[in-house]
Nanobody, 123 residues
Framework: VQLQAFGGGLVQAGDSLRLSCAAS????????MGWFRQAPGKEREFVAA????????YYADSVKGRFTISRDNAKNTVYLQMNSLKPEDTAVYYC?????????????????WGQGTQVTVSS
């Protein structure tokens, strides 16, 4: 499966942004999906994950209550709605797919990665 993330941009603190990740190839509904981010000089970290059907999600503590992950299997797309953005959310955001139904937080458990989209939050 190939993934393409888009929707990033430059926003102010407190604003909202929605990222999308479009998947091509067969069997999108067979994959659990995740969002990760990487800030300059830091390791790539887990943000959110969703299982194949969309009824199970998991979030990093740093984004819980502000970010929402969702998916539309009919459109082969996963979303990350980001509200109340903070300057520390500034990073390149990556979507990832893993074969299997369950959510995972470790980047090593994901099989496919998108190219990333830049999110910059100014104070």
């Amino acid at each position: 499966v190939q993934l393409q993330a888009f929707g990033g941009g430059l926003v102010q603190a407190g604003d909202s942004l929605r990222l999308s990740c479009a998947a091509s190839g067969r069997g999108f509904s067979n994959y659990a999906m995740g969002w990760f981010r990487q800030a300059p000089g830091k390791e790539r970290e887990f943000v959110a994950a969703i299982n194949w059907s969309g009824d199970s999600t998991y979030y990093a503590d740093s984004v819980k209550g502000r970010f929402t992950i969702s998916r539309d299997n009919a459109k082969n797309t996963v979303y990350l709605q980001m509200n109340s953005l903070k300057p520390e959310d500034t990073a390149v955001y990556y979507c990832a797919a893993r074969q299997g139904s369950r959510v995972r937080t470790s980047r090593g458990e994901y099989d496919y990665w998108g190219q990333g989209t830049q999110v910059t939050v100014s104070s």
